[in-house]
Nanobody
């Protein structure tokens, strides 16, 4: 089973940017859909963005126009470029298949002044 390791989180001011990376332990080229999820304190985990092997994407309404998901099958890595960050984006971000199969440690994103 392919496992995922997330990185790139941190503390950023409102309006700032971060790029998250998700490194897979094996090939992702045969995985039809990869996704980023997030879980804020006291809230359920939610789907943020999904990307399919044909390049099509879907986003949570609240991040549309600010976040961009991409995948590099040759590097077995999925990315999430996050711009114009808001305090409500604060959460632990995870990547997995869509639908999800297991979770890694995630990476903390904190948006605060």
């Amino acid at each position: 089973q392919v496992q995922f390791v997330e990185s790139g989180g941190g503390l950023v001011q409102p309006g700032g940017s971060l790029r998250l990376s998700c490194a897979a332990s094996g090939s992702i080229s045969s995985i039809y859909a990869m996704a980023w999820y997030r879980q804020a304190p006291g809230k359920q985990r939610e789907l943020v963005a999904v990307i399919r092997n044909d390049g099509t994407t879907n986003y949570l309404d609240s991040v549309k126009g600010r976040f961009t998901i991409s995948r590099d099958n040759a590097k077995n890595t999925v990315y999430l470029q996050m711009n114009s960050l808001k305090p409500e984006d604060t959460a632990v971000y995870y990547c997995s298949k869509s639908p999800p199969e297991g979770w890694g440690q995630g990476t903390q994103v904190t948006v605060s002044s």
